[in-house]
């Protein structure tokens, strides 16, 4: 039996992993390959988008199929909302995350989008609100060494940060300590999180935003952020390259 596009993926995935192609480098060309294994461009063809749907490898212009230079970054649990490092401290949730990981970041990483906008279904049920009411959309698109990591779109009720770094559109966390900080020394302090987490394939803006290879899922995250008293202060979507992070969490087993 000949070789087939999994049994081909196989072979170069190995090859990836025994450093035959070493990171940021580039797959032989496809017709290479093809002659190479003895199977047709197509075969190649296939068994490339299987790698670069498994984050392995990514097609960029002018060079090829490099092979993908950084290992995910580590997307923390619990820790990443630590008090510890943003009330008392200057760490905000992404950079915690980056400094998990062994990665620097910039402020310039994190873009911001502020509007006023008509709260929908989602939105609305979750801040307590009627349809259609009111509420601050900020939107950030995060980048790690220039590449789109994930966008996160967070929402308030405008009695909760109008005039505060939160609806402030300048580049970067919120001021020190990002948004929990700011939300504290509104009397609104976080204390409890509940996210949830489901995956789907991107929507053809999502794969442009993010830069996504051809076939790469995205991981959707939906977070609601309650005081003590349980009275909701953000509610945040967000969605996130699958490959560009590992999902880590640290928790005690309940009774």
């Known amino acids: 039996m000949g070789t087939g596009y999994r049994e081909l993926a196989a072979m170069l995935r190995d ?8 990171p940021d480098t580039t797959l032989p060309r496809q017709a290479e390959l093809a002659v190479q294994h003895g199977v047709n461009v197509n075969t190649v063809r296939k068994a490339v988008s299987v790698l670069g ?9 002018r060079r090829g ?58 939105v609305s049920d979750a801040l307590g609100l009627a349809p259609g009411s009111p509420v601050y959309e900020r939107f ?3 980048s790690d060494a220039g590449q789109p ?19 402030d559109p300048a580049a970067g966390p919120a001021g020190p300590g990002g948004g929990f900080r700011v939300l504290t020394l509104k009397g609104l ?12 394939m991107p929507t053809p803006d999502e794969t ?9 899922p995205v991981m959707v995250l ?10 909701v202060v953000e509610f945040a979507r967000g969605t996130h390259a699958a490959s560009r992070f590992s999902w880590s969490y640290t928790f005690e087993i309940p009774e």
């Open 149 to 167: 990591t994930h966008v996160l779109t967070s929402y308030y009720r405008p009695a909760d940060v109008e005039g505060t770094p939160l609806v």
């Open 15 to 22: 090859a990836i992993q025994r450093g035959v192609y070493p």
């Open 222 to 231: 939906r977070r609601t952020t309650f005081t003590d008293d349980g009275r």
């Open 65 to 122: 199929t490099v092979v993908r230079a950084r290992p995910p970054m580590r997307r923390l649990g619990a820790d990443r909302y630590a008090r510890s490092k943003w009330k008392y401290a200057d760490v905000v949730a992404f950079a915690a995350d980056r400094e998990a990981s062994g990665r620097g970041w910039r402020v310039a990483d994190q873009t911001n989008t502020v509007a006023l906008v008509d709260a929908d279904l989602e």
């Open 53 to 61: 749907a498994e984050g392995l490898v990514t097609p960029v212009r």
């Open 189 to 200: 302090e976080p204390h409890r999180i509940t996210e949830t987490v489901q995956a789907r």
């Open 140 to 142: 950030r698109l995060v």
């Open 208 to 216: 442009e935003q993010l830069r996504l290879p051809a076939g790469e």
